[in-house]
């Protein structure tokens, strides 16, 4: 059951409606599940929401049945004060949503954070441990790779102890510079309307949203610790390609090229003049390579 809508501005509140809140074990999810056929699974990053994903799943779903849901601590789904926002958790609660959506296989798609996420569901499938199967994988630019990463000086905040205070007073404010700082971050911020500019900062504050983001934020440093394991499941999965924006000034392209060069068995595609939120920018795009490389 959806929640009530009072809290929300009509456009958010009409988002809220084009989903729902999904029960999974003691907590509660957004999801966003439009279209019937092959299963797209949609991974969103740090520190947005599904509402990222919501061109190209308009693109998708007349062929695929697209899923895509808020991580804890994001968008509409709960964010609990007593949660340690661990990588791991969340892909335990993709589980969960693909357990009772009677998934058995999907293509997962995944950005940002969300590649790290997708990186522990094939650790898992190649230990036997997954509870679907993870039929094809694409990536788009995520910093998995996190010592090539280009964070932003609110990133280097989060993550150095020194100034991590400083971060969290920042996170209890108005957040007023979060939309603007993503728009910063494209090619082609014109993308995003006024409305979509209310919309994203409605969800990132939602329920005191972004008071979780200092704790959301210690997933930069699991990516140093279980990096063996999850870029060692990057390395062998098939079929995986690669879909990367060229003018991303985080994930840059030259990360893109070394995710490539370190799995050669991976179709590696470059989208050209998008910056790191390709699938804002240019959804027909990014949609039409996961079609290409799900049909092909």
Not at 109 to 137: P, W, Y
Not at 197 to 223: F, K, S
Request: with cysteine.
């Amino acid at each position: 059951m959806n929640e009530p809508c009072r809290a929300l501005s009509p456009p958010a509140a009409a988002w809220l409606a084009a989903g729902n809140r999904r029960t999974l074990g003691p907590r509660t999810v957004f999801t966003v599940e439009r279209g019937s056929g092959p299963v797209v699974l949609l991974l969103h990053g740090f520190p947005t929401s599904s509402y990222d994903w919501r061109g190209v799943i308009d693109r998708l779903d007349g062929s695929y049945r697209c899923v895509a849901c808020d991580f804890l601590g994001f968008g509409l789904s709960d964010k609990p004060d007593d949660c340690s926002y661990s990588l791991f958790d969340q892909a335990d609660l993709v589980e969960a949503l693909a357990r009772q959506l009677g998934i058995e296989a999907a293509h997962v798609v995944s950005h940002d954070m969300g590649t790290s996420v997708h990186c522990e569901l094939l650790a898992r499938a190649q230990h036997g441990k997954l509870g679907f199967r993870i039929a094809a994988s694409t990536f788009t630019n995520g910093s998995m790779l996190q010592w090539l990463a280009q964070i932003t000086p609110f990133q280097e905040l989060l993550a150095t102890n020194a100034t991590l205070p400083q971060a969290i007073e920042l996170c209890a404010g108005p957040m007023e510079m979060y939309v603007p700082a993503l728009l910063a971050l494209m090619r082609r911020p014109e993308a995003v309307s006024e409305v979509d500019a209310r919309v994203m900062h409605e969800l990132l504050t939602h329920r005191d949203g972004a008071r979780r983001i200092p704790a959301i934020a210690g997933y930069m440093r699991e990516r140093y610790v279980h990096q063996d394991r999850w870029l060692g499941a990057l390395a062998v999965a098939d079929p995986l390609q690669f879909v990367w924006a060229d003018g991303d000034p985080i994930a840059h392209v030259e990360m893109g090229r070394e995710h490539a060069r370190r799995a050669p068995q991976a179709r590696y595609v470059e989208l050209a003049n998008l910056g790191h939120f390709l699938m804002i920018e240019d959804p027909a795009a990014v949609a039409a390579e996961i079609a290409r490389f799900w049909s092909g």
